[in-house]
C-alpha cells in the first residue's frame, strides 16, 4: 500500500515509516546473525570439508566422486546457506549495509592480528575446543576470512545504501464536482427580471424608406411634428 494523503492511509503508514527509519538498527542485529553463523555454521562446514578429504590421506575419495561422501555434502550445503545468507545482505537495497558490514571488518581486523601476532590472534579465537573454534581457525589460516571480509563491506562504500528510500505518496483523488453552468435568465440584469427578450414587444418597427430617398443621421421625422425651414440651405 502506498502512503496517499488521507487520513486513513496515513495511519497505515506510519510504522512503516518507524520501521524504514530503524534500518540501521535493524541492520545491527542482522550483523549478530550473521557473525554467528559464519563462526558456527561456517566454522563447522569448513571443517568437514576438511576433515573428510583427510580421511583417505590422500586425494579426497581416492580420486573418485565426492557424491556418496556425507560429511563432504554436508559441509559444502551448510557453506552454501552461509554464502547465500551473505550475499542477501550484501545485496538487497532495503537492508543496512551494517548487516554486513559490521561481520566483514571483524574478519578484517581478526585477518589483520592474525598478521601481526599469531599467538594473539589464536587466542581470542572461543570454543578453540570444539569443532566450531577448530574451523574458524582453519579459516583464519587459510585466508578464508580475509576473502569472506572483504566481500562483506563492500556495501559499506555505496553511498545509495546509507540513504533511505523516498516513498512516492499516490495522490489525493479528485472528489470536486464542477458547479453547473446557470440559466441564462437568471444572468440578466435587466429591469423587470423577465430576461434579455422581455421588452420585444414594446420596440416600434422602423419605417421603411423609397428608394432613391436619402435619410438624414438622425432618423425620420416625426410626422405630427410641426414642419421646420427646408432642409436645403439657402446659398443666394
Known amino acids: 500500500m502506498t502512503c496517499g494523503a488521507t487520513s486513513r492511509k496515513l495511519s497505515v503508514c506510519e510504522p512503516l515509516k518507524g520501521l524504514r527509519d530503524m534500518r540501521h538498527v535493524t541492520g545491527i542485529g542482522l550483523a549478530i546473525v550473521m557473525a554467528a553463523a559464519v563462526f558456527f555454521a561456517g566454522s563447522w562446514g569448513y571443517l568437514k570439508l576438511l576433515i573428510g578429504p583427510a580421511k583417505g590421506g590422500g586425494l579426497p575419495a581416492g580420486g573418485g566422486?565426492?557424491?556418496?561422501?556425507?560429511?563432504v555434502l554436508e559441509g559444502f550445503g551448510v557453506l552454501l546457506a552461509v554464502g547465500l545468507l551473505a550475499g542477501i545482505l550484501m545485496a538487497v537495497p532495503v537492508i543496512s549495509p551494517l548487516a554486513s558490514g559490521l561481520p566483514g571488518l571483524a574478519l578484517l581486523a581478526w585477518t589483520g592480528l592474525y598478521l601481526f601476532s599469531v599467538r594473539r590472534a589464536v587466542h581470542y579465537i572461543p570454543l578453540k575446543s570444539q569443532s566450531y573454534g577448530t574451523g574458524f581457525e582453519a579459516m583464519l589460516f587459510d585466508g578464508v576470512l580475509a576473502a569472506?571480509?572483504?566481500?562483506?563491506?563492500?556495501?559499506?562504500?555505496?553511498?545509495s545504501r546509507w540513504r533511505r528510500r523516498a516513498v512516492a505518496a499516490a495522490p489525493a483523488p479528485y472528489e470536486a464536482t464542477p458547479a453547473p453552468y446557470p440559466d441564462l435568465a437568471a444572468t440578466q440584469t435587466m429591469a423587470?427580471?423577465?430576461?434579455?427578450?422581455?421588452?420585444?414587444?414594446d420596440t416600434r418597427p422602423q419605417p421603411q424608406m423609397e428608394p432613391g430617398?436619402?435619410?438624414a443621421p438622425w432618423g425620420p421625422a416625426d410626422p405630427g411634428a410641426p414642419a421646420g425651414p427646408a432642409s436645403t440651405p439657402d446659398y443666394s
Open 213 to 215: 430617398r436619402s435619410q
Open 148 to 159: 569472506a571480509g572483504l566481500a562483506m563491506i563492500i556495501p559499506l562504500f555505496v553511498p
Open 192 to 201: 423587470g427580471g423577465d430576461g434579455l427578450l422581455a421588452d420585444w414587444a
Open 65 to 71: 566422486s565426492l557424491i556418496h561422501d556425507h560429511a
